[in-house]
């Protein structure tokens, strides 16, 4: 950033090189801003130097001496994360707090700020010297000095100790006794002490209800962490530990975000307290353990976290699966498919037997869409049978069976013990072997509906993995009635969403005619708080349905490729992943970048 500013100031002829190379010097030796050293060696003025932020990043600037700050602000940013930055609230306004900023590039502290707050961020920019005068006057005047000497007080207390996972009773105790001085920790309880009135632990160890009565800050921590995960609709949790920092991340939309980064030495009672929660065994950290936590939020919602921990070089990598079966969608006809395609997929469900492959990598979706078919056909007369590693959701009426390799039950003897328990439907989790799918194969062929998930790229190279796995081209021309591979793409936010001017010589290049090249109407989000920034919001599948008709089954047997099959299926109507995506495109559900980051 330093660099960045400095070489700004020079393009914009503000400073020279000598002048940046000298400021440069001086943060090297004594610290600070390169901001700030600028106007102290007298190069630049703060008043200058403040205009010129507004113009480069396009936000307003402000006098904090002109603004009264109200108190209750001061309760929403605390005086430490204050002076890090530096940054200074300013007023709030329903669900946006406005903050002043010296640095407003700094996006890792609008994000802590968000993340702390839980309000949308709106920057303003100010001098340094203003925003640290008025941290100053106000938290000063308010009595929040005490909180400064509690948070350096906590940070020794962190320094001078050295934790063992094992110890969690030491570890909890020592937390609690710095009470809320955990640096960056503290921040937490100002947003989850709400929630978790509503937040009840279910199914823990009985050693751990103490600790959860005591609730000190890093249980809070933990507890916020799950809760900010599922306010923002994320799909996983990723607690990493560093030579230097704890950072906590977090996936939506298929992408991964940095929330936090925490102090390296609470790394043990974080780990310690999510083991406790998922029932692991805390002293054991040079094996992999994997378990499951399940919160209730309220008097309905419950959330299961699929909790996985990872010995790594600098300590135990926690990743945790959100499963929230009120977010889950299982209405076929909101998937993604287009009219054609979910016809072909309800015909081929509505068949007495035979098999249906999902494909795709591993995220796509597969599982969503299998689901999804289940819960179509789950009606009182007919048996569904599945067998899942591990099973994500559970389903009234449908008979779900967990893998458990490490005592033989795996797909392959679940799927045998099925056929004796006079199933109509079944659905294998993924077939892995060629044990797994010649069971799959019979099982079709001896009036059974089997659903299954392959990893192939795409629908007519299924057929070639089939038969590499060791079935027989009759087998698998005989067994199988339809192949789908699908594709999630991100929808653009509808709060922020604005057209796209793009070249027509790029939209033809990716699929588009040229009629449609010159008409068609492309859509980006700009970025809002809606969606974080990131102009997307949700996401939704491209599918490429390939039902196995004569002519296709036919190539099966005399050994095409899945150059040949794929083009037989274009030939018959299949759309592929690409034509699904521009589909989206036209509709303005998604954008260019989008589709051509998921397919080919």
């Not at 990043?57 to 309760?75: C, E, G």
């Not at 035979?354 to 078919?373: H, N």
């Amino acid at each position: 950033m330093p660099a960045k500013l400095g070489r700004l100031l020079i393009a914009s002829n503000v400073i020279s090189e000598e002048q940046l190379k000298e400021a440069l010097d001086l943060q090297r030796r004594q610290g600070g801003r390169l901001g700030t050293n600028l106007v102290k060696l007298g190069y630049i003025t703060e008043e200058k130097l403040v205009a010129f932020l507004s113009r480069q990043y396009n936000v307003p600037a402000i006098n904090l001496s002109d603004y009264k700050v109200d108190p209750s602000l001061l309760k929403l940013i605390p005086v430490d994360m204050a002076r890090k930055y530096p940054i200074m609230p300013v007023a709030r306004v329903g669900a946006t707090l406005t903050i002043a900023m010296a640095d407003p590039s700094n996006v890792f502290a609008v994000d802590d700020v968000k993340f702390r707050t839980g309000y949308n961020v709106e920057v303003v920019v100010s001098s340094e010297s203003s925003i640290l005068n008025s941290i100053s006057t106000y938290y000063v005047g308010h009595g929040e000095a005490l909180i400064a000497a509690k948070g350096a007080a906590a940070a020794q207390v962190l320094q001078a100790k050295d934790y063992a996972v094992s110890d969690l009773e030491e570890i909890e105790e020592d937390v609690s006794s710095i009470d809320e001085g955990l640096g960056d920790v503290e921040k937490l309880d100002e947003v989850v002490d709400k929630a978790l009135d509503d937040v009840e632990v279910v199914e823990e160890k009985e050693n751990a209800e103490v600790i959860r009565d005591v609730a000190p800050p890093v249980v809070k921590l933990v507890n916020g962490v799950l809760i900010n995960a599922i306010k923002a609709g994320a799909s996983d949790i990723h607690i990493e530990p560093y030579e230097k920092f704890l950072r906590v991340r977090q996936r939506i939309d298929g992408v991964m975000y940095i929330v936090m980064n925490l102090p390296v030495k609470i790394k043990a009672a974080v780990t310690s307290r999510l083991k406790i929660m998922s029932n692991l065994d805390i002293a054991e950290r040079r094996l992999p353990q994997d378990g499951r936590i399940k919160l209730r939020l309220g008097k309905k919602r419950e959330i299961d976290f699929r909790v996985s921990v990872l010995p790594c070089l600098f300590g135990e990598r926690t990743v945790l699966r959100l499963l929230d079966k009120s977010s889950l969608q299982i209405d076929l006809t909101k998937l993604g498919f287009e009219e054609g395609a979910l016809q072909d997929f309800m015909d081929a469900l509505n068949k007495p037997y035979g098999m249906i492959l999902v494909t795709g990598p591993t995220g796509s979706g597969k599982t969503t869409t299998l689901y999804s078919a289940l819960n179509c056909l789950n009606n009182p007369g007919i048996n569904i049978m599945t067998v899942e590693d591990p099973v994500e959701y559970n389903f009234l009426g449908i008979n779900q069976v967990q893998v458990k390799e490490d005592i033989g039950l795996t797909f392959a003897a679940a799927l045998r013990s099925f056929l004796r328990q006079d199933p109509d439907v079944i659905m294998v989790g993924e077939i892995r072997d060629f044990e797994t799918a010649e069971i799959a194969v019979k099982a079709a062929l001896t009036g059974h509906l089997v659903l299954s998930t392959l990893h192939t790229n795409d629908a007519p190279s299924t057929i070639s993995r089939l038969l590499n796995m060791g079935i027989e081209p009759f087998l698998v021309s005989a067994s199988v009635i339809l192949i789908m591979a699908q594709r999630l793409v991100r929808k653009v936010c509808t709060k922020c969403k604005e057209e796209e001017k793009v070249p027509a010589s790029a939209l033809i290049k990716i699929g588009f005619s040229e009629e449609e090249a010159e008409t068609v109407k492309c859509y980006r989000g700009k970025g809002c708080p809606a969606c974080n920034g990131s102009g997307y919001k949700g996401r939704i599948a491209l599918y490429e349905v390939m039902p196995l008709k004569d002519e296709i089954k036919e190539q099966v047997l005399e050994g095409a490729s899945a150059d040949e099959i794929k083009k037989t299926a274009v030939k018959l109507g299949m759309k592929t992943l690409r034509i699904s995506g521009i589909t989206k495109i036209k509709e303005g559900t998604t954008s260019l970048e989008e589709v051509i980051r998921v397919t080919f």
